[in-house]
C-alpha cells in the first residue's frame, strides 16, 4: 500500500493541480484566447503528456489514480486496461503496471491496412476493460473508443483521467448515459485554486479565468468562439 492511499480525494486533487503548475502543463491566455478542438475560445489551456517527462511527478500522480480507482471502483473489477490514441497509452500502461493487469491501445479509427485493427493487444469476450486517457473536456471521446472496446464483445464501464476540465453542464450526463463511471485526479477549479495560493499569476489574469470556468460558453461567445450544436 502506497502513501498515495492515506491522501483523501481532496488531498490528491490539490497536490496534482500543483503538479501541473510546477512543470507548466497549465497555460493561463485570456489576452489571446486558444480556440479548442470544439471552436470554443479558452483563456486556458493544459498539456497533461508533459507528465511523461517527469518520472517522480509522475509515479506518483498513477499512485494517486490506482488509489482513487480501488476507492471509487473496487479492487477486483477490471481484466485489462486499454489507452486512448495517443495521450492516453502511457498512462494506461503505468495504471496497468501498477494493477498487475494486462494492456490493450484503442485507436481512433481502423488503421485502414494489414489487419484493419481498431484494437491492439489481446482483448475477448466478456473482458472487462478500464478505459484511460489523459483528459477530458466534454467526453466525447471516450464514447467512440468505448464503442470500439464493446464491438469486441469486452465490456467498459469505468473510464480513468488525469484531468476533467468539469465545466461544461453535458459531460458528465454524457458519460454516464454512455454507461461509463469517471474518475480523475483534478478539475480546473482545482488547478484555479492552486494558481491562487502559488502568487505566480496576476489577479486579472485570475479573475478572466475563474468567468470562463464558471460559463464558458458566454465567454467564449463574447470572443468570437464557435457554440457547440
Given at each position: 500500500m502506497?502513501?498515495a492511499?492515506?491522501?483523501?480525494?481532496e488531498?490528491?486533487?490539490?497536490?496534482?493541480a500543483q503538479?501541473l503548475?510546477?512543470?507548466e502543463?497549465?497555460?493561463f491566455?485570456?489576452?489571446?484566447p486558444?480556440?479548442l478542438?470544439s471552436?470554443?475560445?479558452?483563456?486556458?489551456?493544459?498539456?497533461?503528456?508533459?507528465?511523461?517527462?517527469?518520472p517522480?511527478i509522475?509515479?506518483?500522480l498513477?499512485?494517486?489514480?490506482?488509489a482513487n480507482l480501488?476507492?471509487?471502483?473496487?479492487?477486483?473489477?477490471f481484466?485489462?486496461?486499454?489507452?486512448?490514441e495517443?495521450?492516453g497509452?502511457?498512462f494506461?500502461?503505468?495504471?496497468?503496471?501498477?494493477?498487475?493487469l494486462?494492456?490493450?491501445?484503442?485507436?481512433?479509427k481502423?488503421?485502414?491496412?494489414?489487419?484493419?485493427?481498431?484494437i491492439?493487444?489481446?482483448?475477448?469476450d466478456?473482458?472487462?476493460?478500464?478505459?484511460?486517457?489523459d483528459?477530458?473536456t466534454?467526453g466525447?471521446?471516450?464514447?467512440?473508443?468505448a464503442?470500439?472496446?464493446?464491438?469486441t464483445?469486452?465490456?467498459?464501464g469505468h473510464?480513468?483521467v488525469?484531468?476533467?476540465y468539469?465545466?461544461?453542464?453535458?459531460?458528465?450526463?454524457t458519460?454516464?448515459d454512455?454507461?461509463?463511471?469517471?474518475?480523475?485526479?483534478?478539475?480546473?477549479?482545482?488547478?484555479?485554486?492552486e494558481?491562487?495560493?502559488s502568487?505566480?499569476?496576476?489577479?486579472a489574469?485570475l479573475?478572466?479565468?475563474?468567468?470562463?470556468?464558471?460559463d464558458?460558453l458566454a465567454?467564449?461567445?463574447?470572443?468570437?468562439?464557435?457554440?457547440?450544436?
Amino acid at each position: 500500500m502506497t502513501s498515495a492511499s492515506f491522501c483523501s480525494k481532496e488531498e490528491i486533487a490539490s497536490l496534482t493541480a500543483q503538479a501541473l503548475l510546477e512543470i507548466e502543463a497549465v497555460h493561463f491566455r485570456p489576452e489571446e484566447p486558444y480556440t479548442l478542438t470544439s471552436g470554443l475560445k479558452s483563456p486556458v489551456y493544459i498539456d497533461c503528456r508533459k507528465l511523461i517527462s517527469y518520472p517522480r511527478i509522475r509515479s506518483n500522480l498513477m499512485d494517486f489514480a490506482v488509489a482513487n480507482l480501488y476507492r471509487g471502483a473496487g479492487f477486483e473489477q477490471f481484466d485489462a486496461v486499454a489507452g486512448g490514441e495517443t495521450a492516453g497509452i502511457p498512462f494506461a500502461a503505468w495504471i496497468a503496471e501498477r494493477m498487475g493487469l494486462p494492456m490493450q491501445y484503442v485507436r481512433k479509427k481502423p488503421k485502414g491496412f494489414g489487419r484493419d485493427a481498431q484494437i491492439e493487444g489481446d482483448i475477448f469476450d466478456g473482458q472487462r476493460i478500464l478505459l484511460v486517457e489523459d483528459l477530458t473536456t466534454d467526453g466525447g471521446s471516450k464514447l467512440k473508443f468505448a464503442e470500439a472496446i464493446r464491438n469486441t464483445g469486452a465490456t467498459v464501464g469505468h473510464t480513468l483521467v488525469v484531468f476533467f476540465y468539469d465545466i461544461f453542464e453535458h459531460a458528465r450526463p454524457t458519460l454516464q448515459d454512455a454507461g461509463l463511471e469517471l474518475h480523475y485526479l483534478a478539475t480546473w477549479r482545482d488547478v484555479l485554486a492552486e494558481a491562487r495560493k502559488s502568487g505566480k499569476f496576476d489577479d486579472a489574469t485570475l479573475e478572466q479565468v475563474q468567468q470562463f470556468i464558471d460559463d464558458p460558453l458566454a465567454w467564449s461567445a463574447e470572443r468570437g468562439g464557435v457554440i457547440p450544436k
